[in-house]
């Protein structure tokens, strides 16, 4: 993974600032605690093997690189699960990267970036598809927890890109809200590929379209023009457990 911070040039998606806003304050009103500990004592938990708690993209990415080299050679540290990590935890979190992942259950990104209690916000939807709970989860960690890096992990064989090449060849009548899903992904599907082919490169093309997406939103954007926050795209391979960088 690339240590080079990202620009996305922002494109206008009508209708979000209200909502990604809406979902924001339901979830300001619900985490108030957490944030209002978000400081001194939570950062002094960032200790130790990792050092200080990475506060810039680039530092961000570095670290989630690192951890992953020590999870694809087995040289996995898990930390920050102390018993006084867990005690400085209680007094509010400070995670210095959110990372918007599949609900596969073969790409915990905890285990994946080898990081522990603390370190990352994760947010989890099949296929990494955006809705507005998603939405302002993901801006809650970069509004109010200062969060310096968002990460769109896409992964190898995801089964949610799948279905929804298959649902666009016709080949598969997907039910309830897995129309949804099928639907927000179809965007990706290049037709003039292959089967194999054809799902592989839609993986990886949905990650660059949620990415682009996300960094054009209001409460992300300014952000990234101010070089205080990257958005990024990867992706993990399950063949050789290495996330490799999406541009």
């Known amino acids: 993974m690339s ?3 990202e620009r996305h040039r922002a494109e206008a ?3 979000r600032r209200g909502l990604v806003r ?3 304050t339901g979830a300001v009103a619900l985490c108030a605690g957490l944030a209002s500990g978000a400081g001194s004592t939570a950062r002094s938990a960032r200790t130790g093997l990792h050092g200080p708690r990475p506060a810039t993209p680039e530092a961000a990415l570095r670290e989630l690189s690192a951890g992953n080299v020590r999870w ?19 007094g509010g979190q400070h995670p210095f990267a959110v990372i918007l992942g599949c609900v596969d ?30 939405l302002g989860s993901i801006a809650f960690g970069v509004v109010e927890l200062a969060i310096p ?15 929804a090449v298959r649902a666009a060849e016709g080949l598969e009548q997907l039910p309830g809200h897995l129309r949804y899903l099928a639907q927000q992904i179809r965007p990706a599907v290049d037709r003039s590929l292959r089967r194999e082919a054809r ?15 996300l960094a054009a939103e209001p409460d992300l954007a300014a952000r990234v023009t101010a070089g205080k926050l990257a958005v990024v795209g990867a992706r993990y391979e399950l063949t050789t457990q290495r996330v490799r960088r999406i541009r």
């Open 199 to 213: 799902v592989d490169a839609a993986v990886t093309e949905n990650v660059r379209l949620v990415r682009s997406r």
């Open 149 to 163: 890096l968002v990460v769109v992990l896409g992964h190898q064989s995801c089964g949610a890109v799948t279905a």
């Open 105 to 134: 259950s073969r790409v915990p990104p905890e285990l994946v970036f080898d990081q522990g209690l603390g370190d990352l916000m994760t947010v989890r939807s099949a296929g990494e598809v955006l809705d507005d709970a998603v």
């Open 72 to 90: 694809r050679t087995f040289h996995e540290a898990h930390p920050d699960a102390t018993r006084t990590v867990r005690q400085a935890l209680v």
């Open 3 to 5: 240590v080079l911070a």
């Open 22 to 24: 809406g979902a924001l």
């Open 13 to 15: 998606i009508p209708g």
